[in-house]
């Protein structure tokens, strides 16, 4: 069952506005991903936080950022959205503690840009 | 950086019968995680198994197991019993221990389990 939320889960918009993807998780997890997938392919980190006020790049440069403002909240901002921005946004969390570096993710947010 | 391989984009299996799914990842760490998820059509990703590089006892959670072969920088996943249920886009991750722990991901080998 999922603890993590995304919402919207589908949105399409058109160029040039600006785009707040949410993400909320209710395990207390301290650290949390956000992740782009495109139809078909591999999974691409784009933000990362270890904790509250921490935000991090990932390996896939992109113009969205994050912040992390409360433990449950990681939101990805697009300021002007392009279609080159269309994919499916997967937002993920884990807890350092346990060592079981085991990530739970959300359903997705799948962004169109006309 | 890590890079995670799975040379199988689509599979296919009847019901009942056994497949596997293969991953190979290249890195120069010696502790590290491997995991095995599942994203079905329109559904969320679930964890489907972890291996811990350290031990060298393969992981099974029912009716998946893997078969790990640390020297060869092997990873695959073994489905017996395939159910309809099954049918879903396998990824392949590899973790560091730190920093961040993110997940390196394969491009996935989608399974259709046919009855």
């Known amino acids: 069952e999922a603890d993590i939320y995304q919402t919207p889960r589908y949105l399409v918009i058109g160029t040039g506005k600006k785009i707040t993807l949410e993400c909320s998780q209710t395990?207390?997890?301290?650290?949390m991903y956000w992740y782009q997938q495109d139809p078909g392919m591999e999974l691409h980190l784009i933000h990362y936080?270890?904790?509250?006020?921490?935000?991090e790049k990932g390996d896939l440069s992109s113009e969205s950022t994050v912040s992390r403002i409360r433990t449950e909240h990681f939101p990805l901002t697009l300021e002007s959205a392009r279609p080159s921005h269309t994919s499916q946004y997967l937002c993920?969390?884990?807890?350092?503690?346990?060592?079981?570096?085991?990530?739970?993710f959300g359903a997705g947010s799948r962004l169109t840009v006309l | 950086a890590q890079t995670v391989t799975q040379s199988q984009p689509e599979m296919s299996v009847q019901e009942a019968e056994t497949v596997t799914l293969s991953c190979t990842y290249d890195?120069?760490?010696?502790?590290?995680?491997l995991f095995w998820y599942k994203q079905p059509p329109s559904r969320q990703m679930i964890l489907v198994i972890r291996?811990?590089?350290?031990?060298?006892q393969n992981a099974t959670e029912n009716r998946f197991s893997v078969n790990f072969q640390k020297a060869a920088k092997s990873f695959s996943l073994k489905i017996s019993d395939s159910q309809l249920g099954d049918t879903a886009m396998y990824f392949c991750?590899?973790?560091?221990?730190?920093?961040?722990?993110?997940?390196?991901f394969g491009k996935g080998t989608s399974l259709l389990v046919t009855p």
């Open positions: 993920a969390s884990s807890e350092s503690r346990t060592g079981a570096n085991v990530l739970t």
């Open positions: 936080s270890y904790g509250v006020n921490s935000t």
């Open positions: 291996q811990e590089a350290y031990k060298q």
């Open positions: 991750a590899f973790m560091k221990p730190t920093p961040g722990d993110a997940l390196n």
């Open positions: 395990m207390g997890h301290d650290k």
């Open positions: 890195t120069s760490e010696n502790n590290y995680y």
